[in-house]
């Protein structure tokens, strides 16, 4: 912090996942006191999962909340400092860059956004309705809740898969509803559904409506079949929903730039646009999305940043 | 780490301790497992710290009280209620802003 303006940092980091914390880490080791501003999904996407297995130097896996709280537990030893707070707008016209929460007002001289990316919903205003009764984004949270119950899944790729192998140990039965006849998702998840018992398949098919929003609660889904047109209902309770994420890039429109998809554009390693700002994890990758590239991308950010904040003078 | 303030709520003490309370009281039904409760866990600590006594904040365990966990058809979590002379006035599911739980509480807490 400086003496004279107590609000004014040298690095900001917007975001908590794994991009962001190894930023704070490396940001901290550095001596550049660094501020990082965790929202609303606070840890990013690993909160919602079960056992990571692919995290190096774990071999037995770890459970994603849990890494994720030693991640932010070794940023704040060397002294990154976290703040909860949704930021609500960034300036990056100004210098230093203006940052404001519903909280407070600050300034950094650099900033790392490592918003992340959020699962995309289908849109429906009967999805919306039911969300928390009956439809979900994440299965690790909410499967308990249909125990010996059907339900369904919406998604054909990796993460729909892994959810719906996952829902079998609540669920009566899943059915994955995917618009197409073919997975995106890898071999060896394809493998693992195809051979579980509890699953079936609704293919080329897409979800026209969740029943029943006037009690409350998930009792069907209307279907519609792309290649007949045939439509027809499924009795479920509980439809999670898995057609991908929407990197979280609203706060930076027209500020920096993106590609069509909204993900930031990044050059040399992980400078936005702008000088002075810097990107990683999955808010500026839609290839790679592991835990281990966004961590590796926020260390480059830090990197960066110093870089960046030495060239200055500071 | 959690503050002293957040009462523990089960199917045993609900209908004492939340429907039969004299302030509003704000229940948030968790569980161990859910990330985005954890990620929620300091928000719902700084409210017990803001409102107390004018609100009884606490958190119900979903996974230990089905009871009350069923009664309200919970069925995604964290979810987050309001009560009020015995009745659910408000709700909101998911990982949300301080603000937006403020502004639910403050509506209520008149």
Redesign the interface.
């Known amino acids: 912090m400086n003496a004279d303006h107590p609000h004014l940092r040298n690095v900001a980091i917007i975001g908590s996942g794994p991009a962001g914390l190894t930023a704070a880490l490396y940001a901290a080791r550095a001596n550049l006191n660094p501020l990082l501003i965790e929202?609303?999904?606070?840890?990013g996407q690993?909160?919602?999962?079960?056992a990571v297995d692919n995290f190096p130097g774990f071999e037995d896996g770890i459970m994603?909340?849990d890494l994720?709280?030693a991640m932010r537990k070794q940023a704040e030893r060397f002294g990154a400092e976290t703040r909860?707070?949704?930021v609500l707008s960034v300036d990056l016209s100004d210098r230093p860059f203006v940052i404001t929460t519903?909280e407070e007002t600050l300034r950094t001289r650099a900033l790392i956004i490592a918003t992340g990316a959020s699962a995309r919903m289908l849109g429906l205003p009967s999805e919306r309705a039911l969300?928390?009764?009956?439809?979900?984004t994440?299965a690790?949270?909410?499967g308990?809740?249909?125990r010996g119950k059907p339900i369904a899944v919406v998604g054909g790729g990796d993460s729909a898969l892994e959810e719906a192998t996952f829902l079998t140990r609540f669920a009566s039965h899943v059915t994955v509803i995917h618009r197409r006849d073919t997975l995106r998702a890898s071999k060896i998840m394809q493998d693992k559904a195809f051979a579980n018992p509890k699953i079936s398949f609704e293919w080329d098919t897409e979800v026209l409506e969740v029943r029943n929003p006037a009690q409350?609660?998930?009792s069907s889904v209307h279907l519609q079949n792309l290649r007949t047109g045939v439509r027809k209902d499924l009795e479920i309770e509980?439809l999670f929903v898995a057609i991908g994420h929407t990197p979280n890039t609203d706060l930076f429109k027209h500020q920096l730039e993106m590609t069509d998809m909204g993900y930031l554009i990044t050059r040399e390693g992980t400078k936005t646009s702008l000088p002075g700002v810097f990107a990683c994890g999955d808010v500026q990758d839609h290839v790679y999305r592991q835990a281990i590239t966004a961590a590796g991308s926020g260390c480059m950010a830090a990197i960066d940043a110093e870089r960046y904040l030495e060239a200055l003078g500071h | 780490m959690a503050s002293d303030k957040i009462v523990t709520f089960t199917d045993g003490n609900f209908d004492t301790d939340v429907l039969k309370a004299q302030t509003p009281v704000l229940v948030d039904f968790w569980a161990e497992w859910c990330g985005p409760c954890r990620a929620l866990a300091p928000t719902i600590d700084a409210l017990a710290n803001d409102y107390g006594p004018k609100v009884r904040v606490g958190k119900l365990n979903v996974d230990e009280n089905p009871q009350v966990t069923m009664r309200y058809m919970v069925r995604g979590i964290p979810t987050i209620m309001v009560f009020k002379g015995g009745q659910m006035v408000d709700q909101v599911v998911g990982a949300v802003d301080k603000g937006v739980l403020k502004q639910m509480l403050d509506k209520h807490a008149q």
């Open positions: 929202g609303l999904e606070a840890g690993l909160m919602m999962t079960t994603g909340p994720m709280a909860t707070g949704n519903a969300v928390g009764h009956g439809v979900s994440c690790t949270c909410d308990f809740f249909f409350g609660l998930v509980g």
